[in-house]
Antibody, heavy 122, light 109 residues
Framework: EVQLVESGGVVVQPGGSLRLSCAASGFTFDDYAMHWVRQAPGKGLEWVSLISWDGGSTYYADSVKGRFTISRDNSKNSLYLQMNSLRAEDTALYYC???????????????WGQGTMVTVSS | EIVLTQSPGTLSLSPGERATLSCRASQSVSSSYLAWYQQKPGQAPRLLIYGASSRATGIPDRFSGSGSGTDFTLTISRLEPEDFAVYYCQQYGSSPRLTFGGGTKVEIK
């Protein structure tokens, strides 16, 4: 079964740091780009970051650039998001998502995890 | 950045009726790189349509997508009870800058 399972979400104080993880199974992880997408409570979807299949290319939304770092370990079939200098507006459910691949560009996302909740509050 | 505007914000319909959802882009979406997702409460989004009109694996044929340039439509031909949800469009033509629309909620009338 193709599956993505996120972990690491907690309550953290403003200015704090956190590392999210996403464990992949059921597909050849290192064949695909991967993404992080977030959803604030009661709000819509916001793309956060992506990483190419080999980790050689990374991209970020302007809202997180310079604060968040995406990485992957293909030997462990795992995706990560290091989140620094957290703000209240980073409070959201964070999803990892698999790129559909095969089109020569990034997107869309055909497999999603169930998400991990990050709450930034004092 | 391409901004996607979805309308209406909420669509109130009865099971068996036809649903037409709109997604308008602030500039032309390259090569119709437009996708639609469905999200039910407490669940992750599910890919329905990509490339403006191609159904994702396992998606029933009552879901169809159309459009090009700046105007795109998701049509659900006959609403089933399980189709009441929030729908998002996403453009990936300006990849790697990927953006989502604000969503349309399809609710039971």
């Amino acid at each position: 079964e193709v599956q993505l399972v996120e972990s690491g979400g907690v309550v953290v104080q403003p200015g704090g740091s956190l590392r999210l993880s996403c464990a992949a199974s059921g597909f050849t992880f290192d064949d695909y780009a991967m993404h992080w997408v977030r959803q604030a409570p009661g709000k819509g979807l916001e793309w956060v970051s992506l990483i190419s299949w080999d980790g050689g290319s990374t991209y970020y939304a302007d809202s997180v650039k310079g604060r968040f770092t995406i990485s992957r370990d293909n030997s462990k079939n795992s995706l990560y998001l290091q989140m620094n200098s957290l703000r209240a507006e980073d409070t959201a459910l964070y999803y990892c998502a698999k790129d559909i691949g095969g089109s020569g560009i990034f997107g869309p996302f055909d497999i999603w995890g169930q998400g991990t909740m990050v709450t930034v509050s004092s | 950045e391409i901004v996607l505007t979805q309308s209406p914000g909420t669509l109130s319909l009865s099971p068996g009726e036809r649903a037409t959802l709109s997604c308008r882009a602030s500039q032309s979406v390259s090569s119709s790189y437009l996708a639609w997702y469905q999200q039910k409460p407490g669940q992750a989004p599910r890919l329905l349509i990509y490339g403006a009109s191609s159904r994702a694996t396992g998606i029933p044929d009552r879901f169809s997508g159309s459009g090009s340039g700046t105007d795109f439509t998701l049509t659900i031909s006959r609403l089933e009870p399980e189709d009441f949800a929030v729908y998002y469009c996403q453009q990936y033509g300006s990849s790697p800058r990927l953006t989502f629309g604000g969503g349309t909620k399809v609710e039971i009338k």
